[in-house]
């Protein structure tokens, strides 16, 4: 069984850091893309990061881009995103997901964990 | 950029349920569809436009290609009731998701 439990959510000041972690089991972790979803309060689904199965490759959505780092570590089976200068607006659920290739490209996500919660206020 | 459609979908268990999603171009890939319970994660329902995910109840399908996708409810149950999103990789390697559907209780 697929499990992806993510940690290290919490409360943050504005400006400040943050690191999440999303421990995967139930399949080979290195075969996968594997990706971070936001959503705030009252809103949908919004994309934030993607890392490429061997970790050669990384994406991130605009208003992260240069404040967020998506990484991971193959031989802990082991998702993170440190989150930098933080915003009221980066307050969200934030979830680890896994992709899904369809041929060489990753075009969706199958599993889904079960959020870590990021507040940014003052 | 996803354009979901209704925003709101008011109906009785049993009746049909037709969801929209129109992209702004014609991506790199086909929609998928996820459902949405609160206190949950989401859940893949559809891939490839209309190939449905390991268990998941054949009441539910999708169709569509280019830049207009729909999903259908064919009966809609009671445990049915959520949020639904449509996703699409595009060129730029982006992964966007439509604002939702909110499928409720008549």
């Known amino acids: 069984e697929v499990q992806l439990l993510e940690s290290g959510g919490g409360l943050v000041q504005p400006g400040g850091s943050l690191r999440l972690s999303c421990e995967a089991s139930?399949?080979?972790?290195?075969?996968?893309?594997m990706s971070w979803v936001r959503q705030a309060p009252g809103r949908g689904l919004d994309w934030v990061s993607i890392i490429c199965d061997n970790g050669g490759c990384t994406y991130y959505e605009d208003s992260v881009m240069g404040r967020f780092i998506i990484s991971r570590d193959n031989s802990r089976n082991t998702l993170y995103l440190q989150m930098n200068s933080l915003r009221v607006e980066d307050t969200a659920l934030y979830y680890c997901v896994k992709g899904v290739p369809v041929g060489k490209k990753t075009t969706h996500f199958d599993h889904w964990g079960q959020g870590a919660l990021v507040t940014v206020s003052s | 950029v996803l354009t979901q459609s209704p925003g709101t979908l008011s109906l009785s268990p049993g009746e049909r349920a037709t969801l929209f999603c129109r992209t702004s171009?014609?991506?790199?890939?086909?929609v998928a569809w996820y459902q949405h319970k609160p206190g949950q994660p989401p859940r893949l329902l559809i891939y490839g436009a209309s190939t449905r995910a390991p268990g998941i109840p054949a009441r539910f399908s999708g169709s569509g290609s280019g830049t207009d996708f729909t999903l259908t409810i064919s009966s809609v149950e009671p445990e049915d009731f959520a949020v639904y999103y449509c996703q699409q990789r595009t060129d730029w390697p982006l992964w966007t998701f439509g604002q939702g559907t909110k499928v409720e209780i008549k």
């Open positions: 171009q014609r991506a790199s890939s086909p």
């Open positions: 139930g399949f080979t972790f290195s075969y996968y893309a």
